[in-house]
């Protein structure tokens, strides 16, 4: 089974304009990673908030974690073409070697 | 730098056909993930190698059988191919079972 749950499944915006996308999970983490996906590629690896860490910034990526609602956000301010893409979070809740991702979100900025 | 290469990145196998997946990484890395990839599901783990000589099963791991060659390279095997393993496979390494690097993806097709 899933550990994170994306939200939206999928979202639709304008160049410049803001993209939030959610991840929702459901046991204690060490800590919750995104990454990015391009349309028949590898994951690539954006930003990892440790579960002692409230927010964290990368470039125009802003990600934050809230562990009482056990539930993260990422933040993509000034959004260009080139975002689109499908963004998934992954979790580490110390269980061995596991990372276990969500089914992502499909984001396309229109230019 | 290659990072992380898979060999092959199509195969279309008939139902009961086997063959082998090779993953070889180039950055040194300790622990080593096979995932699969199905619409809406995000990434399942399949097996892991924490380090050269071990393996574990991971979310899914039935129908495939993994080995650590050595600490470049780990290949997952389909023994009978089944029409529900169509999927896109996916090979990823790690120095600390933290931050993953993916391959570009194996895309396996089971008629």
């Known amino acids: 089974s899933q550990q994170g749950e994306e939200d939206p499944q999928a979202l639709s915006i304008q160049e410049g304009e803001n993209a939030t996308m959610n991840c929702s999970y459901k046991?204690?983490?060490?800590?919750l990673q995104w990454y990015r996906q391009n349309s028949g590629r590898g994951l690539v690896h954006l930003i990892l908030?440790?579960?002692?860490?409230r927010e964290k910034h990368s470039g125009r990526l802003r990600v934050t974690l809230d562990t009482s609602k056990k539930s993260s956000s990422l933040l993509i301010t000034a959004s260009r073409a080139a975002d689109t893409a499908s963004y998934f979070c992954?979790?580490?809740?110390?269980?061995?070697?596991?990372?276990?991702f969500g089914g992502g979100t499909r984001l396309m900025v229109k230019p | 730098n290659a990072g992380v290469t898979q060999t092959p990145k199509f195969q279309v196998l008939k139902t009961g056909q086997s063959m082998t997946l090779q993953c070889a990484q180039d950055?040194?890395?300790?622990?080593m993930y096979w995932y699969r990839q199905d619409p809406g599901m995000g990434l399942r783990l399949i097996y892991y190698?924490?380090?050269?000589?071990?393996?574990d099963k991971g979310e899914v791991p039935n129908g495939y059988n993994v080995s650590r060659l050595n600490k470049r390279e780990f290949s997952l095997r389909l023994e009978s191919a089944a029409p529900s393993q169509t999927s896109v496979y996916f090979c990823?390494?790690?120095?600390?079972?933290?931050?993953?690097?993916f391959g570009a993806g194996s895309r396996l097709t089971v008629l």
């Open positions: 908030i440790r579960s002692n860490e």
């Open positions: 190698s924490a380090s050269e000589g071990t393996t």
């Open positions: 046991t204690s983490i060490n800590n």
């Open positions: 950055m040194n890395h300790n622990s």
């Open positions: 992954a979790t580490d809740a110390g269980a061995g070697n596991m990372l276990t």
């Open positions: 990823a390494s790690s120095p600390d079972s933290n931050v993953l690097t």
